[in-house]
């Protein structure tokens, strides 16, 4: 068995060759990331595995390393995520003080994987992909339209002493309109306002639309997920696109550590302490938080857990509380909807 531990970077991916017992077989190669990636590693990784299966561990930056790790799955090869806080542990253990360099990170990333056998597969479901773009896109877009909204309301309280208001919804963006229309202002401040005004109008169109799309997409994949108080459509792609195929967390424990609302044991002395987990995948927290909020105003049982629960940790520990019971009633519900998924998945396969 070898297994190739990989330090992904935007425009290089360095990579390096290690046995059973974590010893480097061979020089460290450097390799472009470009439409070639794929074949140069894989003839590299023939002239030094032979016949023997090769494992692909890579270090857990997805967003540059997502189209390498696809490529080497449908390849046939396995492919591990390494999280990057077990990549540093594992190279402030082997590597020399103090010592830090991409075949020295790709290198932790090889022996990590080989230390700690249960880490993520990676696997490919068509529809996944097509939804993370989807969100990835509409938070672009919202990012951007908060950015000329904030840019709209600094310039309308200046020249016009005004503060808009939701300018995401139609009636806001005709009442601002008008309200230029009939006010005596310079006329390039009045060009500018008119032109974000517009730019705004065409980021509503697009996250609208973006939404729409979504909603076509989640609502076949996602139906018990849907009926959890607090989890939108847009909610439930973010946990299908960052999430996956449930079946990677084999319990809700996982999925919390995962998530960051597993609380980290910190005691000792038989003094029994634990504390918050900044860690974790934090869109994913992101919409535990956002869910939590709704549920607090709406729904019974979860109003009756922070009940219960504030006196003794306050309102902060028991909304933790709520977001770690939440993952097991995601867990579950994404288990049963993913029980009833028709298409194919590809897993990884070892390739002779």
């Not at 992904?8 to 017992?21: F, I, N, R």
């Not at 994913?284 to 938080?289: F, G, H, I, K």
């Not at 049982?301 to 933790?320: D, Q, V």
């Amino acid at each position: 068995m070898v297994t190739v531990g990989i330090d992904p970077h935007k425009h290089v991916h360095v990579a390096v060759a290690v046995d059973t017992d974590g010893r480097r077989l061979t020089r460290p190669l450097t390799v472009k990331n470009d439409a070639n990636l794929i074949g140069v590693l894989l003839k590299w990784i023939r002239t030094i595995a032979d016949d023997a299966p090769v494992a692909w561990a890579i270090e857990d930056g997805r967003g540059f390393a997502r189209r390498l790790a696809d490529g080497l799955l449908l390849a046939g090869h396995e492919v591990i995520w390494v999280p990057t806080r077990l990549m540093a542990a594992h190279r402030k253990r082997h590597a020399a003080t103090g010592s830090k360099s991409d075949p020295v990170d790709a290198l932790a990333v090889a022996h990590a994987a080989i230390a700690t056998p249960g880490l993520d597969r990676h696997r490919i479901d068509d529809r996944v992909r097509e939804l993370r773009v989807l969100v990835d896109s509409r938070a672009d877009l919202v990012r951007r339209r908060t950015m000329v909204i904030n840019q709209i309301k600094a310039y309308t309280r200046l020249w016009l002493d005004h503060t808009p208001g939701d300018l995401t919804r139609r009636p806001g963006m005709t009442s601002l309109t008008a309200l230029l229309d009939t006010t005596e202002m310079s006329a390039h401040v009045h060009r500018v306002l008119i032109e974000m005004i517009t730019e705004m109008d065409e980021l509503n169109k697009r996250v609208r639309g973006l939404e729409t799309t979504i909603r076509e997409l989640v609502t076949p994949l996602a139906p018990a997920l849907l009926e959890i108080t607090g989890i939108s459509h847009v909610s439930a792609a973010v946990l299908l696109a960052e999430i996956g195929d449930i079946t990677r967390f084999t319990s809700s424990a996982k999925l919390a550590r995962y998530t960051g609302t597993a609380p980290i044991p910190v005691y000792s002395s038989d003094k029994e302490r634990y504390r918050l987990h900044r860690g974790g995948n934090r869109r994913l927290n992101s919409v535990l938080y956002t869910t939590s909020i709704v549920q607090q105003r709406f729904h019974p049982g979860a109003r009756a857990l922070l009940a219960r629960r504030e006196p003794t940790k306050g309102a902060r520990g028991a909304r933790r509380i709520l977001k770690r019971h939440l993952i097991d009633v995601i867990h579950r519900a994404m288990t049963k909807d993913r029980a009833s998924w028709q298409h194919h998945i590809t897993q990884h396969q070892f390739a002779a």
